[in-house]
């Protein structure tokens, strides 16, 4: 009791203190917060509110303007302005004064300043410069508070520009005392990695030491780096393995102070932030994989406790035992812990194991098998995001038996569902399933017909799109496509007749399209009543101009016999004056090609679906209005992004100091003159070195001063060709993809028959054995197998569009459901894979229990064997059975490991440096490797195929795809067999579509032994843009009209390599040397250099020596390109 | 290679930290605390907002506390009157973030002294340093309970006059908000 009178009366003073202050003199009723909140509480109606709102911010708005208010006032006010914002009314005029109270308060000011800045603004928010020198000055305080507050607001939001003006002094923060500086400079540099990546590229091994910390906050901070580097590039820190296994089993066994315990669980956090960076480390890697193996083993043996956060950990662990190289026992274990999940009654935890489950039945099948009535419950569960979540699972143990079931579920849950994410993601799972497992023609269409409906015009463009060239390029025979369109036709033609203005508008393109192509093969069907049909949509209400456009020129195909074209004139006579330019032009299309039978034939001949459309991309025939034009004055055009920018310079903050207007500074920035040099002139202000502008006399800076003439805002664009300015012409064709529609009017027009709800047990296991079919079988023939690559693809599934023999289709169709095939895919399958003798049983129970062993045995590949969906090539597209190869290391022992690939190389390449052969995948018959060339003007990938088997293999297939590489074939026809024991070479040709640091190039081969299955491996192959640079050479001249021109840029200061007098020119030797890049000139303390990226990207750099660094600015019309290849300078300057 | 700032405001192909924001907000539906970790426009955050407390509000209290909502996870958890609802990234681990949201109430409710929905209108302020303290950036800086205080009460510790105690801080009686202990219902978690 006495205590609470002392410190009743310590409190005293600040009682009487009439200054209401938040946080002291609490007594809220009498503070302005406590006033505002009580007064928003009496309040009933949202206008009341506004109003109280509005007088309160034109209060604070007073207050904060007038110069007599105090910092402590404004702290006050700052934290109802941040109510105010809270509530959702804006109090923009604050931010200023939120940075002010940051700068100018005391520490506990400042506190409430960075808070409301923090609150206020995000990083893009171009007030946030005002904050940089506050920070600066804060992290140099002696007063530890004030380096936290800077650091803390540092690691949420920092402009990314202005990181090297802090980074040192950030740096320098890893080596305080004080274990929560330590901290807080990991993360603050943590997040700078995240916006500018580049920039802290050089302290790597600082956060090696932050891993090393004595202190465990600081070493987990550091993890969070740790975790995002090892995810974009696991290759380069596979020797850290080691250590973070041994920091986790310190952890496990409980080795951290007490104070981490959370609910007696030791550092849970800790541990799954390992458990992620293990498993991606561990990810297709033996060897590292088998260090983690215990630690594993050890945590999901310590996770016993049945509280949620142990739950969480065990999560983290399957997914990383699933992740990494499989070992059969652990693979046991974490199937049981699922299980544990899945069966819980904790709704969470049961979400949670259904997560799980998605997440491993790409590897392993029969999990689901094992708790089929767990999911056949989870499917009606009240809560919609377990059934959302089942679904998922069940999208992804699709195969030709069970899509029907699943697909119905699927559609079921999509009537009910109003979220639009959902709705897309869905309809976009439904329309793939439909396309690769469709059991016939009315089924699919019929389930299209849903997707259309349902999915509105929100769903992704592509599904109409390749809906109609599935439609239009057809599969192997004639007559399936003929039944396929016929059944489209009559099934539009019914919906039509039927409430056409509820379908969506994409649907009625697709069903306009589709009639117009194919409404002739119903022969008993009239083109003017298809055309009557039509009129109807143009007289909907709701129908857009958009689908309008498409009836109209459906119409113009369909306009035949007297009946067609009288339809045909009154339409076109309706829409000739229609205000919308596109509609107006395709009724006078329609109004003359119906009077012109002949020209019709011409313009739009039947069947046309295929022939290939020339179109002059470059719009050359446009070349001499564009001149003409040109001479007569007209402004030449500029790119869009050009233009933007121009813009955008007008308003933005101008960043250049005016002292810099000295006739020096002029010349130095003048190759600049469109934009700013933010770095280069900040960056001198803020060393506060100003001398150093002195040190370039005019006689020592680029003479560009002839050059900038020429250069002025017009100058040399004007000769540019501006043929771009016509581009939007359109070329009428009918092949005009749907494009996004505004207005979504999603109805359901078409329902198929729903499902019994299932009620009893016996109805449940009903559908478990209809969803869960062909699962069993599936799992004992693909292995390893996602399960997309169920047996019996739809035989229609064509994307390549000129599709193969057919012969092979008939093949997987007797493949198929025959209870025998399981057994003999089983044989062959054990051929291949070595198996010995005992498992070579063919009974259907035993195969499906050895299929078991088999799989604990062989866990999954190196290599992931699949057939996957989509990009099949057209050889295996039919081949139900992707078959896992044994991938442990008892391979044939006579196999010659030291090949010498090298001497395969084709001769024409012999005379060009080649990147080290190294290897791609291989399995027990095929060992795939790759270089790459570097020629002048391309860059060769090299794929080496060695068969270690004895006998010949045949039709090899290598495919390769990349998203950031244009890749394609160089030498006629690609390998097609490889003899025994020799090696095949093919050769592509790369280039750069979209640069990143390191590009890769991913790659699928499959093959067909002589005896058994095909098979396939899939393979990545990775390497360094610098592969793709080349010198460009050029004039100063050109390089400055160049410059103008380009749009990305970046900038950064780089270490200068220390030679005197000579620095620059070493420097820029070394950059020549390593990265082939070409010196334009070099005079005085300023360097030009120029390179163009594969095929004839041009790159442009300027250095200038400024205070002992090389201040680097690149530029280039390529995207990117500046970013990668300033990482690239960074290191070959640290390297060297 | 990542994106520039510039280019991935646009396409947003940003880097983000795990957690992508946090709100707080009562079973009325008022927004009592928000952080946002991924840069995002006003217009944005009320959007979200408003269709994120709509949303978990129409939940039945038996129901799985994560949602899934535009390409998001939403993770959320009542306690009395008090939502705590946080965003991840599909892939991220759900029950951690739950226990996140636990951790922090655990924090509030030591610093308070029994925190209940009020203190955190009249202090909100006080919520966002130790949110700060705990998650920084979207990432848990600092997992231990003592330390995360103990880094509170330094920075509380400049404050010219302290010492005057919680209890006299707590708010006017009348007002119409729920008192409720934030940590009621599951007492056993107290430590």
């Known amino acids: 009791m006495s205590d609470v009178v002392e410190k009743t009366l310590t409190a005293l003073p600040s009682l009487l203190s009439l200054d209401s202050q938040p946080g002291s003199a609490k007594l809220s009723s009498t503070s302005k917060l406590g006033n505002l909140v009580r007064g928003i509480t009496e309040l009933t109606s949202?206008?009341?509110?506004?109003?109280?709102?509005?007088?309160?911010?034109?209060?604070?708005?007073?207050?904060?303007?007038?110069?007599?208010?105090?910092?402590?006032?404004?702290?006050?006010?700052?934290?109802?302005?941040?109510?105010?914002?809270?509530?959702?009314?804006?109090?923009?005029?604050?931010?200023?004064?939120?940075?002010?109270?940051?700068?100018?308060?005391?520490?506990?000011?400042?506190?409430?300043?960075?808070?409301?800045?923090?609150?206020?603004?995000?990083?893009?928010?171009?007030?946030?410069?005002?904050?940089?020198?506050?920070?600066?000055?804060?992290?140099?305080?002696?007063?530890?508070?004030?380096?936290?507050?800077?650091?803390?607001?540092?690691?949420?939001?920092?402009?990314?520009?202005?990181?090297?003006?802090?980074?040192?002094?950030?740096?320098?923060?890893?080596?305080?005392?004080?274990?929560?500086?330590?901290?807080?400079?990991?993360?603050?540099?943590?997040?700078?990695?995240?916006?500018?990546?580049?920039?802290?590229?050089?302290?790597?091994?600082?956060?090696?030491?932050?891993?090393?910390?004595?202190?465990?906050?600081?070493?987990?901070?550091?993890?969070?780096?740790?975790?995002?580097?090892?995810?974009?590039?696991?290759?380069?820190?596979?020797?850290?393995?080691?250590?973070?296994?041994?920091?986790?089993?310190?952890?496990?066994?409980?080795?951290?102070?007490?104070?981490?315990?959370?609910?007696?669980?030791?550092?849970?956090?800790?541990?799954?932030?390992?458990?992620?960076?293990?498993?991606?480390?561990?990810?297709?890697?033996?060897?590292?994989?088998?260090?983690?193996?215990?630690?594993?083993?050890?945590?999901?043996?310590?996770?016993?406790?049945?509280?949620?956060?142990?739950?969480?950990?065990?999560?983290?662990?399957?997914?990383?035992?699933?992740?990494?190289h499989p070992k059969s026992d652990l693979l046991e274990k974490a199937a049981k812990c699922i299980g544990n999940f899945v069966l819980s009654p904790k709704i969470n935890l049961k979400y949670l194991g259904l997560k799980a489950l998605t997440y491993v039945v790409q590897q392993d099948p029969k999990l689901a098998l094992q708790h089929q009535m767990t999911i056949i419950e989870c499917l009606d569960h009240p809560d919609l995001i377990i059934k959302r979540e089942t679904l998922e699972l069940l999208f992804r143990i699709t195969n030709a038996q069970n899509v029907t079931v699943i697909v119905e579920k699927m559609l079921d849950f999509l009537r009910v569902s109003t979220d639009d994410y959902t709705t897309i993601d869905l309809v976009g799972k439904v329309a793939e399933l439909a396309e690769k497992y469709a059991p016939d023609n009315e089924w699919f269409i019929e389930t299209m017909n849903t997707v259309f409906s349902v999915g509105g015009d929100m769903m992704q463009p592509d599904i109409p799109n390749s809906f109609l060239k599935l439609l239009s390029e057809g599969f192997d025979s004639v007559e399936e496509d003929r039944k396929l369109r016929l059944f489209a036709v009559d099934s539009y033609v019914s919906l039509l007749q039927g409430e056409p203005g509820k379908l969506p508008q994409r649907f009625l393109q697709v069903i306009s399209w589709v009639l117009g192509e194919y409404s002739h093969l119903r022969a008993e069907l009239q083109p003017s009543t298809v055309m009557r049909l039509l009129s109807k949509l143009l007289d909907t209400k709701n129908t857009s101009s958009e689908t309008k456009t498409w009836v109209l020129m459906t119409m113009t195909k369909l306009c035949e016999g007297a009946a067609g074209v009288s339809v045909a004139q009154e339409v076109s006579e309706a829409y000739s004056s229609s205000l919308d330019t596109v509609l107006r032009q395709r009724a006078q299309e329609l109004q003359h090609l119906s009077q012109d039978s002949e020209l019709r034939a011409r313009v739009v001949p039947r069947d046309a679906g295929l022939e290939p459309l020339e179109v002059d991309s470059s719009l050359s025939f446009l070349d001499g209005f564009v001149s003409e034009a040109l001479a007569a004055g007209a402004a030449p055009y500029k790119p869009p992004h050009q233009r933007q920018e121009e813009l955008a310079q007008a308003k933005a903050l101008s960043l250049e100091p005016y002292g810099l207007s000295l006739p020096i500074s002029i010349s130095s920035c003048s190759i600049a003159d469109r934009q700013s040099p933010t770095l280069l002139s900040m960056s001198s202000g803020l060393s506060g070195d100003s001398t150093d502008l002195s040190h370039k006399g005019g006689s020592t800076t680029l003479k560009l001063d002839g050059v900038k003439r020429v250069w002025g805002k017009e100058g040399y664009l004007a000769q540019r060709e501006p043929v771009e300015e016509t581009a939007q012409v359109e070329v009428p064709s009918p092949f005009r993809s749907p494009s996004q529609q505004a207005e979504a009017d999603s109805s359901h027009s078409q329902t198929p028959t729903p499902v019994p709800t299932p009620e009893p047990t016996q109805e449940r296991q009903q559908l478990a054995s209809s969803l869960f079919v062909g699962l069993s079988s599936q799992s004992s023939v693909c292995l390893m197998g996602k399960s997309e690559s169920a047996p019996q693809r739809f035989k229609r599934k064509a994307k390549s569009p000129s599709s193969s023999s057919g012969a092979s289709e008939q093949i997987s169709n007797s493949l198929v459901s025959a209870p025998s095939t399981v057994d003999n895919l089983l044989c062959d399958n054990l051929l291949d894979a070595n198996i010995s003798s005992e498992l070579a049983v063919s009974s259907p129970t035993q195969t499906s229990r050895l299929s078991q062993s088999l799989t604990t045995a062989n866990g999954t590949c190196d290599v992931e064997l699949t057939n996957t969906k989509g990009s099949n090539p057209s050889l295996i597209r039919d081949i139900s059975v992707a078959v896992a190869a044994d991938s442990t290391p008892h391979e044939d022992p006579d196999k010659p490991k030291d090949l010498c690939l090298s001497s395969h190389l084709p001769a024409e390449l012999s005379g060009f440096s080649h990147s080290e052969i190294t290897p791609l995948c291989s399995n027990q018959s095929l060992d795939l490797s790759a270089c790459h060339v570097q020629q002048k003007d391309s860059l060769v990938l090299v794929v080496f195929i060695y068969n270690s088997s004895y006998s010949d293999i045949q039709q090899i297939l290598l495919e390769l795809d990349s998203d950031d590489l244009e890749v394609s074939g160089v030498c006629g026809s690609p390998v097609q067999e490889v003899g025994s024991q020799s090696v095949a070479v093919c050769q592509y040709s790369l280039s750069v579509k979209r640069p990143s640091v390191h590009v890769e190039v991913g790659g699928m081969v499959s093959y067909q032994l002589p005896v058994g299955t095909p098979q396939s491996a899939q393979f990545s192959y990775r390497l360094p843009l610098t592969s793709f640079i080349r010198p460009l050479t050029l004039s100063t001249e050109e390089y400055g009209t160049m410059w103008l021109a380009f749009s990305h840029d970046t900038k950064q200061n780089l270490t200068l390599i220390n030679a005197g007098h000579e620095s620059l020119a070493a420097t820029l030797n070394v950059l020549k040397k390593k990265l082939q890049l070409h010196i334009v000139e070099i005079i005085g303390l300023e360097g030009i250099v120029a390179c163009r990226l594969l095929q004839d990207q041009p790159c442009l750099m300027h250095c200038r020596v400024h205070a002992g660094t090389l201040a680097v600015w690149l530029r280039s019309p390529v995207p990117d390109l500046p970013d990668c290849l300033m990482y690239y300078c960074q290191r070959a300057l640290q390297e060297h | 290679m990542r994106n520039t700032v510039s280019t991935s405001l646009t396409n947003q192909k940003l880097q983000c930290p795990t957690m992508q924001f946090m709100l707080l907000f009562s079973r009325q539906g008022k927004l009592r605390l928000q952080k946002w970790y991924v840069p995002l426009s006003d217009k944005e955050k009320k959007k979200i907002t408003r269709e994120l407390v709509q949303t978990v509000l129409a939940r039945k209290p038996k129901m799985c506390s994560f949602l899934e909502w535009r390409d998001l996870k939403i993770v959320y958890k009542r306690y009395a009157s008090l939502y705590f609802c946080c965003a991840i990234e599909d892939q991220d681990n759900e029950l951690i973030t739950l226990e996140i949201i636990h951790r922090y109430v655990e924090l509030l409710d030591k610093y308070f002294g029994s925190v209940c929905e009020l203190d955190i209108i009249f202090n909100f302020e006080k919520a966002y340093f130790i949110l700060d303290e705990f998650l920084l950036g979207g990432e848990a800086q600092e997992t231990s309970k003592k330390n995360v205080l103990k880094a509170i009460e330094q920075a509380d510790l400049l404050q010219e006059i302290r010492g005057v105690p919680l209890y006299l801080q707590k708010p006017p009686e009348d007002l119409q908000v729920s008192r409720e202990d934030l940590l009621s219902n599951t007492t056993n978690n107290r430590t």
């Not at chain 1, 951290?256 to 890697?285: C, E, T």
């Open chain 1, 46 to 324: 949202k206008h009341e509110e506004e109003k109280l709102i509005q007088r309160e911010l034109a209060s604070i708005k007073e207050q904060v303007s007038s110069p007599n208010t105090s910092m402590r006032q404004m702290k006050e006010l700052m934290v109802r302005a941040i109510y105010c914002e809270m509530l959702g009314y804006e109090a923009s005029f604050s931010y200023i004064h939120a940075i002010k109270l940051a700068q100018q308060g005391t520490a506990l000011e400042k506190r409430v300043g960075y808070l409301a800045v923090s609150l206020f603004l995000n990083e893009s928010h171009e007030l946030l410069l005002l904050l940089v020198n506050t920070v600066l000055k804060d992290l140099q305080s002696t007063n530890l508070i004030e380096v936290c507050m800077a650091l803390t607001v540092v690691s949420q939001m920092f402009p990314k520009d202005m990181i090297p003006a802090i980074l040192p002094l950030v740096e320098e923060k890893l080596n305080h005392q004080k274990e929560i500086i330590r901290r807080k400079a990991v993360l603050a540099l943590y997040k700078f990695y995240l916006i500018a990546p580049n920039q802290v590229q050089h302290i790597h091994n600082k956060f090696r030491k932050a891993l090393c910390d004595k202190d465990p906050g600081v070493m987990t901070a550091s993890l969070h780096i740790y975790l995002q580097m090892i995810q974009e590039n696991p290759e380069g820190y596979k020797d850290l393995t080691a250590s973070f296994v041994t920091i986790l089993k310190q952890v496990v066994g409980g080795k951290l102070p007490m104070d981490f315990n959370y609910h007696s669980v030791p550092a849970p956090w800790l541990q799954i932030q390992l458990l992620r960076i293990l498993s991606a480390l561990g990810k297709n890697d033996q060897s590292t994989s088998e260090i983690m193996y215990d630690v594993l083993d050890e945590s999901l043996r310590r996770a016993e406790m049945n509280h949620n956060i142990t739950y969480a950990i065990l999560y983290e662990c399957v997914k990383c035992i699933y992740t990494i």
